[in-house]
């Protein structure tokens, strides 16, 4: 039993971070496994209660308990791997946002205007939410008047989240 609970836990873990907060986390997370796992704890709980009232331990329904309970490790190790996945990388983006507007304020003060790229003035890897993304879409731009840091997070269907030279607060981008 307790080897399968592990197991299940770490396939439900590698699942996470595949998805790693992506749609398929959150439609299928949210609103199948998550409530999924929950009543298979309740129907584990609620067993194992039965179990104890009875004498005879070695029922047919004890199995069915401990399956619920191996269904409930998998699908919420799914969602909280991908949870936390996902808010590693929003809390990466910020920070690396956090690290590079001094050195874009800095690069305004000497030259007099904004990079156009973020290259020109760090040299650090870009956040795996800037990664990857399409060519009229980049994460960084920037104009005689401000910079603006945007990206798109895949929980987000429509919108995605704005920072601009102006505010210097995440805002939601529609």
Not at 18 to 33: D, N, P
Request: glycine share 10%; proline share 6%; charged share 20%.
């Amino acid at each position: 039993m307790k080897s399968g609970l592990i197991v299940a836990a770490l396939l439900g873990s590698l699942l996470g971070y595949f998805a790693g907060g992506g749609f398929f986390h959150v439609i299928i997370g949210y609103y199948l496994f998550l409530p999924l796992g929950g009543l298979c704890l309740l129907f584990y709980f609620l067993g194992t209660l039965e179990d104890r009232k009875q004498e005879k331990r070695k029922n047919p329904e004890g199995k069915a308990v401990a399956k619920s309970l191996l269904i409930a490790a998998f699908v919420l190790s799914v969602v909280l791997t991908g949870e936390g996945i996902s808010n590693y990388r929003r809390y990466d983006v910020e920070n690396f946002v956090e690290e590079t507007i001094p050195l874009l304020d800095a690069y305004r003060e000497e030259f007099g205007r904004y990079p156009s790229k973020l290259q020109e003035v760090t040299d650090r890897e870009l956040p795996y939410y800037f990664q990857n993304r399409r060519p009229f879409d980049p994460p960084y731009s920037s104009g005689a008047s401000g910079f603006t840091f945007s990206y798109m997070p895949p929980d987000h269907m429509i919108s995605g989240l704005m920072l601009t030279s102006s505010n210097r607060q995440w805002s939601r981008a529609d």
